[in-house]
């Protein structure tokens, strides 16, 4: 079966843009979604200037609104939220229950302000995506879902990329959301990974 790598982060809106969309296309093309979560831009050491963040805030909000998504009530995960969150997608994704994590994850962050540095937040959405929490508390201790979470950063940097969504098929490298379509394109175009 093709597989098309997701490079993903919680903390980026155009991951959340980018989810359903991508979940949905390998559906279409019957394809796999590999979604390797990794570390915020701010915390591998690369600002993000005040004014691009605020562009990327008022650009997200409008694609958000066009794609019928909620935006707008943000709990920025930095720090501990957004390694919680990676460290429990590996461990959803060892469990088959990665799409509906990065869903729920996701749409809470970005349109439900969910904290999910806290217990009982993080506990909402795990348990809403369908996992056991006392398995995805242990996921946040984890030092091999850590180790998981930086070789999926250091691959995506082996790539020559820093931001994300990234997408790749074989060779292929489609960075942003908005490259979703020429994604679709090279699959019905038929390129093989």
């Given amino acids: 079966m093709t597989t098309v790598r997701f490079f993903f982060s919680f903390r980026s809106p155009y991951s959340y843009l980018a989810a359903p969309r991508a979940f949905e296309l390998a559906r279409r093309h019957d394809v796999e979604i590999d979604v390797r979560g990794v570390l915020p831009m701010a915390m591998r050491g690369q600002s993000v ?13 409008r694609e958000a609104t066009r794609l019928g998504l909620p935006f707008g009530r943000v709990h920025d995960p930095i720090g501990d939220g957004a390694v919680r969150c990676l460290r429990v997608s590996e461990h959803a ?28 937040g ?18 946040i201790d984890d030092p091999a879902m850590q180790a998981r979470v930086q070789a999926n950063t250091d691959e995506l ?19 942003g959301q908005d490259r979703l379509e020429d994604l ?3 699959l019905t175009a038929g390129a093989v990974a």
């Fill in 93 to 120: 994704r060892d469990v088959g229950r990665i799409e509906p994590f990065v869903l729920t994850a996701s749409r809470a962050i970005w349109g439900e302000a969910v904290e999910v540095a806290s217990d009982e």
């Fill in 122 to 139: 993080l506990r909402a959405v795990c348990e809403r995506a369908g996992l056991e929490w006392a398995a995805c508390r242990a996921a």
């Fill in 49 to 61: 200037p005040l004014p691009k963040r605020l562009h990327t805030l008022r650009d997200a909000k």
């Fill in 157 to 175: 940097a082996a790539l020559g990329m820093w931001g994300v969504p990234v997408f790749t098929l074989g060779d292929e490298c489609f960075w």
């Fill in 184 to 186: 679709e394109a090279a």
